[in-house]
């Protein structure tokens, strides 16, 4: 079978572009697949980290300190850009005009603002492909409940939560990086750096809150700067967000929460749903399980937990019995990109798609709602037209 090579650039050479690249030599990891990235070109401010690429990555021909340099480069179909939030609406439009396909980390802009701009490119530029990097919905217990969901399992839904802890800032000592400063992360804080990965399957599956109340954090007023100085934190630690779900024929409590503060949990990101006919949850806590409660009137109410074969979106040389973790989910989310680019979103293998610029515009504004309701103490209400 032949496959489509599709060359991509890195912008921004940090983890996030790591994992990528993790993920681009992985690809044989893959079964029946026509398609594969292969990264040509990186970009980075910092030498040290375009020459990480250069000395593991074999399929590099070119590093950048500029990235419009590398937007001029034709062996660049792609981009793969992961830089702080206030420069993502400045190098995503510029990107877009260049005609190249993107994936973003999220949240597509420091506030609705700068996302606005991005989506007015787009909008301009119909033709090229841009997703939002997400990659939890990926795994395979969480897909399992992507379908209960479309093949309307759970009947009235009674309430839904959907949430993403770390406990990566809970040391006080912690050097003060980017996302603590409203100047390069933005107000939103850990809403902007981890919520459209808790937002990403309840806008897929059409939960549009109506109104929400937030409950905002900040834990640790001030962190090390690395130079001996203590300066302040300026952006929020947690967030928990009450929303009203109104659809055409029901209306349930939507709980969201997202958390950079949160003992005991390294990366744990989960979805719970309660209805009347099933309810279930999934846990990256536990990626090899998946709980159900199946009910029917008058039967027995009882959880269900099983293991979750190795069952991805797209087949793979794993067999069932083993885990999938977060680089697989990454890999997967990779693949799906690359498949719509080479076969367009009605060629596609599996009909799951990487979150959308809509998905993520819809981040920005329950994102935005929940300021305005941490600085009044209302419910503010979320207005969806366009």
Request: proline share 6%.
């Amino acid at each position: 079978m032949s496959r489509r090579t599709i060359g991509f650039g890195v912008i921004g050479c940090g983890l996030m572009g790591k994992e990528f690249a993790s993920a681009a030599a992985r690809w044989l990891h893959l079964e029946g697949v026509d398609f594969e990235p292969r990264i040509v070109a990186v970009c980075d401010a910092n030498p040290a980290a375009t020459e990480w690429f250069r000395r593991q990555v074999p399929s590099v021909e070119r590093t950048y300190d500029d990235y419009r340099e590398l937007l001029a480069d034709s062996g660049v179909d792609a981009v793969y850009c992961a830089v702080p939030h206030h420069l993502h609406a400045q190098i995503y439009v510029d990107i877009i005009e260049a005609g190249k396909h993107l994936l973003g980390e999220k949240p597509f802009g420091v506030d609705a603002e700068a996302n606005a701009r991005i989506n007015a490119a787009l909008e301009a530029n119909p033709g090229v492909i841009v997703r939002c990097s997400s990659e939890f919905p990926f795994y395979p217990g969480a897909h399992q409940i992507a379908q209960w969901v479309q093949e309307g399992k759970f009947g009235r839904i009674i309430e839904a939560e959907a949430g993403f802890w770390h406990s990566s800032d809970l040391d006080p000592n912690k050097p003060i990086n980017w996302k603590r400063r409203v100047a390069t992360n933005g107000e939103y804080g850990c809403m902007g750096d981890l919520g459209m990965h808790v937002l990403h399957l309840p806008l897929r599956f059409g939960w549009k809150p109506s109104s929400v109340r937030a409950l905002l954090s900040k834990i640790v007023p001030e962190r090390p700067d690395g130079s001996g100085a203590m300066v302040p934190c300026e952006t929020w630690d947690n967030a928990i967000l009450a929303c009203d779900v109104r659809t055409a024929d029901q209306q349930f409590p939507l709980m969201l929460s997202t958390k950079r503060i949160a003992p005991g949990h390294a990366n744990t990101w989960f979805i719970r749903i309660q209805g009347t006919a099933l309810s279930a949850e999934f846990s990256t806590k536990n990626p090899k399980q998946v709980s159900s409660l199946p009910y029917a009137p008058g039967g027995q109410q009882a959880w269900h937990t099983v293991d979750a074969p190795y069952k991805s979106a797209y087949a793979t040389i794993t067999g069932g019995i083993f885990e999938f973790g977060f680089s697989d989910s990454i890999l997967q989310m990779w693949a799906a990109f690359c498949d719509e680019l080479a076969n367009g979103a009605d060629g596609m293998r599996q009909p799951f798609r990487c979150a959308t610029p809509e998905e993520a515009r819809g981040s920005h504004r329950v994102f935005t709602a929940a300021l305005e309701s941490e600085r009044t103490g209302a419910t503010v209400p979320i207005d969806w037209r366009e």
